[in-house]
């Protein structure tokens, strides 16, 4: 086996494809949560009730989790995954410049599901194509890959809350989505279309077809509880990030401004965080990388409604972003544990079954409405445990303290 030391160097050319999809990685995540940085504005404007904003929130996420699995097994079947990526980041960018003309609810709504259907295809499509052309230090890549997230939703915010103050909502969303413009032509240049080497000798012998994929992917388990977990943390996440406007103006007063900066704490830190989950995972496995990060998430959560100091509503904020990013963990894991050929399908399952998380604005909205904003969070914090009860049936390579590369 070929230690590390004998591994060729990175040149300069890997470091520059690496940001390149990481940003374009960043530029995705921002757009799952474009809306909540100026959600309070775009409340005022279209006089919308917390219900309304939960089905506004989670329209984006019903659009990615129709068309996230039809489409990376499209991704597979083709080997068109750069294209399929540079055709849906385009429609979802598109959606988002022209909600700069858009003055009513409904309307609003139709643009956030086609946002979501085209931002549906980066997860497959994106994390197959790091994986294959950093196969070399996959984690490592992989890790960096989604720190670009993070990057991205811990700046767009504090963009969009510039923009705001001076243009207004519209143009902050749509100035935002603007960087796809440069980005996914460079995504063009340096990736290559068609199946990796090995998928394609695969092909060879067996046409992968559609239910033959979807078997091979729902019959691995570790992929399924891959699956519940990341479904389970993100109904926490999605839930908890997407409310805490109304909960910062409700209980803090704080301006739109204030909580673009809380915002960004949490993604901030969680991009700050990425590098370490990858770490754990190499050192602990997935199922012990997962099981703290995600107990600390629901216990947080929980408290983000009984903080009424500002400056500690910001900690909780940041901490929040400190444990709530598992996805390398998750990401490196699917890669491990899913074989080659179907390893877009894999992707998009997990993600599918993610894009489940549209349910918790609405029950978050529902509960707030019913209830109060507190009950709302506790929900949100109940489902990061859940998240740690799925997290510990992974069994097989590396979810344990096995070697890189040892088989299952």
Same mark, same amino acid.
């Given at each position: 086996?070929?230690?590390? $030391?004998?591994?060729?160097?990175?040149?300069?050319?890997?470091?520059?494809?690496?940001? =390149? @999809?990481?940003?374009?990685? *960043?530029?995705?995540?921002?757009?799952? +949560?474009?809306? =909540?940085?100026?959600?309070?504005?775009?409340?005022?404007?279209?006089?919308?009730?917390?219900?309304?904003?939960?089905?506004?929130?989670?329209?984006?996420?019903?659009?990615?989790?129709?068309?996230?699995? %039809?489409?990376?097994?499209?991704?597979?079947?083709?080997?068109?995954?750069?294209?399929?990526?540079?055709?849906?980041?385009?429609?979802?960018?598109?959606?988002?410049?022209?909600?700069?003309?858009?003055?009513?609810?409904? %309307?609003?709504?139709? /643009?956030?599901?086609?946002?979501?259907?085209? +931002?549906?295809?980066?997860?497959?499509?994106?994390?197959?194509?790091?994986?294959?052309?950093?196969?070399?230090?996959?984690?490592?890549?992989?890790?960096?890959?989604?720190?670009?997230? +993070?990057?991205?939703?811990?700046?767009?915010? !504090?963009?969009?809350?510039?923009?705001?103050?001076?243009?207004?909502?519209?143009?902050? =969303?749509?100035?935002?989505? $603007?960087?796809?413009?440069?980005?996914?032509?460079?995504?063009?240049?340096?990736?290559?279309?068609?199946?990796?080497?090995?998928?394609?000798?695969?092909?060879?012998?067996?046409?992968?077809? #559609?239910?033959?994929? &979807?078997?091979?992917?729902?019959? +691995?388990?570790?992929?399924?509880?891959?699956?519940?977990?990341?479904?389970?943390?993100?109904?926490?996440?999605?839930?908890?990030?997407?409310?805490?406007?109304?909960?910062?103006?409700?209980? /803090? *007063?704080?301006?739109?401004?204030?909580?673009? #900066?809380?915002?960004?704490?949490?993604?901030?830190?969680?991009?700050?965080?990425?590098?370490?989950?990858?770490? /754990?995972?190499?050192?602990?496995?997935?199922?012990?990388?997962?099981?703290?990060? !995600?107990?600390?998430?629901? =216990?947080?959560? !929980?408290?983000? %409604?009984?903080? *009424?100091?500002?400056?500690?509503?910001?900690?909780?904020?940041?901490?929040?972003? #400190?444990?709530?990013?598992?996805?390398? &963990? @998750?990401?490196?894991?699917?890669?491990?544990?899913?074989?080659?050929?179907?390893?877009?399908?894999?992707?998009?399952? &997990?993600?599918?079954?993610?894009?489940?998380?549209?349910?918790?604005?609405?029950?978050?909205?529902?509960?707030?409405?019913?209830?109060?904003?507190?009950?709302?969070?506790?929900?949100?914090?109940?489902?990061?445990?859940?998240?740690?009860?799925?997290?510990?049936?992974?069994?097989?390579?590396?979810?344990?303290?096995?070697?890189?590369?040892?088989?299952?």
């Amino acid at each position: 086996m070929t230690s590390h $030391a004998q591994k060729p160097a990175w040149r300069l050319g890997d470091y520059f494809d690496l940001s =390149v @999809i990481g940003l374009t990685h *960043g530029l995705s995540d921002g757009f799952s +949560n474009m809306l =909540v940085p100026v959600l309070a504005l775009i409340v005022i404007d279209l006089d919308l009730s917390p219900f309304e904003v939960g089905v506004l929130l989670s329209t984006f996420s019903l659009g990615q989790m129709i068309f996230q699995y %039809p489409l990376s097994i499209l991704a597979d079947n083709t080997g068109a995954r750069k294209r399929i990526l540079l055709m849906g980041m385009g429609l979802s960018a598109a959606s988002f410049i022209a909600m700069v003309w858009v003055s009513r609810f409904l %309307p609003m709504c139709a /643009l956030a599901f086609l946002a979501g259907a085209g +931002n549906s295809v980066y997860h497959p499509c994106g994390t197959a194509l790091t994986a294959n052309r950093f196969e070399r230090d996959r984690a490592f890549a992989i890790s960096w890959h989604s720190l670009g997230g +993070n990057l991205g939703t811990s700046i767009l915010p !504090l963009a969009q809350a510039a923009v705001a103050a001076v243009a207004g909502w519209r143009m902050a =969303v749509g100035a935002c989505a $603007a960087p796809a413009i440069a980005l996914l032509p460079m995504v063009n240049a340096r990736f290559q279309d068609g199946k990796h080497q090995e998928e394609a000798e695969t092909e060879k012998n067996s046409n992968l077809k #559609v239910i033959t994929i &979807i078997w091979r992917v729902v019959e +691995n388990k570790n992929t399924v509880w891959l699956a519940a977990t990341y479904t389970l943390r993100g109904m926490c996440t999605k839930g908890m990030i997407g409310f805490l406007p109304l909960l910062a103006t409700s209980k /803090l *007063g704080m301006s739109t401004a204030q909580i673009g #900066v809380a915002v960004s704490l949490h993604f901030g830190f969680g991009m700050l965080a990425k590098p370490l989950m990858g770490i /754990l995972y190499d050192r602990w496995g997935a199922r012990a990388a997962l099981f703290w990060p !995600l107990t600390l998430l629901g =216990v947080f959560v !929980l408290a983000l %409604p009984f903080m *009424g100091w500002q400056t500690g509503f910001y900690v909780l904020s940041a901490l929040t972003g #400190v444990v709530g990013f598992v996805s390398p &963990i @998750i990401l490196t894991a699917a890669a491990d544990f899913s074989e080659k050929d179907i390893l877009a399908s894999s992707v998009g399952f &997990i993600y599918t079954c993610h894009g489940l998380s549209f349910l918790a604005p609405l029950l978050g909205g529902w509960l707030a409405e019913q209830v109060n904003l507190d009950a709302s969070y506790f929900c949100f914090a109940i489902m990061s445990w859940l998240a740690v009860s799925a997290s510990v049936q992974l069994r097989g390579k590396k979810t344990e303290t096995s070697k890189p590369g040892e088989a299952t």
